[in-house]
């Protein structure tokens, strides 16, 4: 049996290979890590994560949530092992990174079906069924090939990476632990400003010295995942609205709200580390470093990691790719992962799923059976192939995306549990029916 080859190791790679080998078909696995590294990457652990050790909400109120839920029912590796390595985050799921990319390293060395080879790929074999799921950070040689097979211009944006600071060096006499209204715990650390504390933090951001990109990369930053100065520019306000909103998280010292506030989320099981929540910065080190050690608090704070900027690529999907994530005229290529133009973690692994089944299909010889549009797997896979290729943008899951209920439910609250209720109805019609 020719093996279906995967390049990438990542979240989608990793999902992609597990599923091609629970069904009983062979994998050949590339990684270019160690042997190539990145800029965002520290390790040569499988499904590394690189921004932040959150995967977003749990309830079913909120499109990300569902989205776990079903690839929970689904037998997904990245949610099980996700699972294992929680850590408090109040409603949200959190992990401790290393457990998990550990985890999921082991589990792909030890499947009989997976072979993985520690080396870059810069060749696309055409002899076979690929799946290219080389991330955000495919390499330039590679990245050359799939512009000719795809024969678009690639689109790029700029991640920024938030900065990890260590628990024993933060002053607990000047944060306190809450979680916005209470809810799930109070599994957050809080650096509280008043206002005037604000206003000179938000000048030293605009004023501090950034990483100069090169001449030939143009600057378009995604909007979920902004560099905070670029925030602090749109106005002295901005972040008091947005990563440093203080609503909801009353410090019990005062009985009041502060004027602003920075949230430090915990970033590995035994809580030694904690990351700045929605501080991805393009700050240099030294700035950061200064700037940084300004929030009550972390006067004195050491940092385990310094925020980081690097240049995310993925393809012009509604122009390259079929609903199943094939190469338009090269059935034999797959895409999955964040190259395709899906937005987080979450979003990866799942695609990386969708990728892995229809890939296993074609090997088969059958035709895959798409999810429904009404569950998040199928609004998901349904996205980057209908979206406007003029503009196209990553995209993180959204009940957005959802086609509307039959009846109209007027409560917000209301009418997402009423869809996510119809999408885990459909969602195990489904895949009994994949299955069989």
Known sequence: MTPITIIGAGLAGCEAAWQIADKGIPVDLFEMRPQRMTPAHQS????????????????????????????????????????????????????????????????????????????????????????????????????????????????????????????DSI????????????????????????????????????????????????????????????????????LAFGPMKPVGLRDPRTGRDPFAVIQLRQDDKHANLYNLVGFQTKLTYPEQERVFRTIPGLENVKFARLGSMHRNTFINAPTCLTETMQLKGAPNIFFAGQITGVEGYVESAASGFLAGLAAAACYQEHNFLTPPLTTALGALLNYPVTASAENFQPMNITYGLFPALEQRIRKRRDRRQALADRALADLDLWFKAEKE
């Open 44 to 167: 040569d652990s499988l499904s590394e994560l690189v921004c932040s050790n959150s995967l977003r909400g749990t309830g079913m109120h909120n499109a990300v949530g569902l989205l776990k839920e079903e690839l929970r029912r689904c037998n997904s590796l990245f949610i099980t092992t996700a699972d294992a390595h929680a850590v408090p985050a109040g409603g949200a799921l959190a992990v401790d990174r290393e457990g998990f990319a550990e985890q999921i390293t082991r589990s792909i060395d030890e499947h009989p079906l997976i072979t993985l080879h520690r080396q870059e790929i810069t060749e696309i074999p055409d002899d076979r069924i690929v799946i290219i799921a080389s991330g955000p950070l495919t390499s330039d040689a590679l990245a050359e090939k799939i512009g000719a097979l795809t024969g678009q211009e690639h689109l790029y944006f700029y991640d920024a990476i938030a900065p990890i600071v260590e628990a």
């Open 171 to 238: 002053d607990m006499k000047k944060v306190y632990a809450a979680s916005r209204y209470d809810r799930g715990g109070a599994d957050y650390l809080n650096c509280p400003f008043d206002k005037e504390q604000y206003l000179t933090f938000v000048e030293a951001l605009c004023k501090g010295d950034k990483v100069v990109p090169h001449d030939f990369e143009k600057v378009v930053h995604f909007e979920g995942c902004m560099p905070v100065e670029v925030l602090a520019e749109r106005g002295e306000m901005t």
